[in-house]
């Protein structure tokens, strides 16, 4: 996760050194914003919209950026989420999610997420999906980061390990009682 500009947090999954060239395109985007000095400073919705040019721009030289992006920010009031993913397809909604989470952590955030969600319940709805996604993908690793944008700014919170339970009798034996040749 990286801050970007004053109003707006960049997270992102896929290839580093995919993700530090987009850090370097926004650091030009960002410097050329600040270079006016008029008081005004670019909100995540363009920031985003610029993230969505930049994927899709790559995605037509047949060279993409291997990440699938989430930006949210807060500008003026309003908040903002959106992703993008490598290939320039977006959108925003009050929670996003990428690649595999669209399948089995968006549904749970759909039937649980409310706009008077405290923070504290927010994190406590997040480790839930993130505990779903972790028993269902081998190549998950059990660590978690958050982050909390407001209109003060970004706070940033050091990973830490999600607690998980495998001693549920069908993570020990997985093929017994499966009916089927696979």
Not at 62 to 80: A, D, Q
Request: glycine content about 8%; aromatic content about 10%; charged content about 25%.
């Amino acid at each position: 996760m990286k801050p970007i500009g004053k109003h707006s947090l960049l997270g992102a999954s896929g290839e580093i050194s995919d993700f530090q060239e987009i850090l370097r395109y926004l650091n030009e985007l960002i410097l050329y914003d600040n270079m006016w000095d008029d008081g005004n400073s670019l909100g995540p919705k363009e920031v985003h919209n610029y993230l969505t040019r930049v994927m899709y721009n790559r995605r037509n030289k047949f060279n993409p950026l291997w990440n699938s992006l989430v930006l949210g920010g807060v500008k003026n009031g309003n908040k903002y989420l959106g992703t993008v993913s490598m290939i320039g397809v977006t959108f925003e909604d009050n929670h996003v999610a990428t690649r595999f989470g669209n399948h089995l952590a968006r549904p749970i955030l759909r039937q649980e997420w409310h706009e008077n969600l405290s923070f504290e319940d927010g994190v406590k709805l997040l480790e839930k999906c993130m505990r779903v996604l972790l028993y269902r993908d081998r190549s998950a690793v059990n660590k978690l980061q958050i982050a909390k944008i407001t209109e003060e700014g970004v706070t940033i919170h050091q990973p830490y390990s999600l607690k998980t339970y495998w001693e549920i009798s069908t993570f020990e034996n997985p093929a017994q009682g499966a009916i089927g040749s696979w």
